[in-house]
């Protein structure tokens, strides 16, 4: 079996001949940075699990339950700041090398890192708006929670009094037409798929590297766990997204 260090030179010749790499990043990014995932042992998650689209649209038991969850992540969130492994993704942006990122996190930890917006394709949506489920009317998620914040339970839309929450995607609702065809067509142009701390279980963001295989473009995974792709993969680091990639990205010439 070869070493971690053998993997990761193996890893920097890979990149260093790659010029549009496209980075799929998940929840283990975010992990380090202070923001619980949803399946590790002692998640909150695993306590409370997270309220359906379906629930949210149609009981106001749920409503309320999502906003009283939210209030205990919203800190997490706030507080946390990119770390290592978003920095050396900025650095491989910086080098002209990156054609965008794709990623299943709301938390805009890629932006604070200094991303350009328009490289980024946030699949599930961001917690940083608020969005109405009716009209999809956004707001500051600043604005929506001092509302909540000062007795609203269940807030409703100041246009059409549809049901306000983040605009993320919740379980069982749709990732929009328009976010999933940019996502695809980066997939399309890139020559380097790049997996960063996703378990690929979750769809569609595990149809996007299975898209890129079928066009023979090369795959690096970087993961803590095993994921249903490591097979086809050509690289796989089992190791945390901050512990992989800046070496990766630094021993770049």
């Not at 940019?182 to 960063?196: G, Q, S, T, W």
């Amino acid at each position: 079996m070869r070493s971690f260090e053998e993997q990761l030179q193996d890893a920097v010749e890979l990149v260093q001949t790659s010029r549009r790499i496209v980075a799929l990043t998940g929840a283990g990014i975010s992990t380090e940075s202070g923001i619980p995932d949803f399946r590790s042992p002692g998640s909150p998650w695993q306590q409370q699990p997270p309220v359906s689209y379906q629930d949210f649209i149609a009981k106001a038991e749920a409503r309320r339950h999502y906003w009283q969850t939210r209030r205990d992540l919203s800190g997490q969130v706030a507080d946390a700041k990119p770390n290592a492994a978003h920095y050396a993704l900025v650095e491989l942006e910086r080098r002209d090398m990156l054609l965008g990122i794709i990623t299943q996190n709301f938390d805009g930890l890629h932006q604070d890192a200094g991303h350009q917006p328009e490289k980024i394709v946030e699949l599930h949506g961001t917690s940083r708006e608020a969005a109405c489920t009716l009209c999809d009317a956004r707001s500051s998620m600043q604005e929506l929670q001092q509302r909540v914040d000062a007795g609203e339970v269940d807030p409703t839309c100041t246009h059409c009094g549809g049901y306000m929450k983040t605009a993320t995607i919740l379980f069982g609702q749709r990732v929009p037409d328009a976010v999933l065809t940019r996502a695809r067509e980066m997939v399309n142009d890139c020559d380097l798929f790049l997996v960063i701390g996703s378990s690929l279980k979750v769809t569609p963001a595990a149809t996007l590297p299975r898209h890129a295989l079928t066009r023979d473009i090369p795959l690096i995974i970087i993961n803590l766990q095993p994921t249903p792709l490591d097979d086809y993969a050509d690289i796989i680091l089992y190791e945390k997204a901050g512990v992989a990639l800046p070496p990766l990205v630094s021993a770049l010439s």
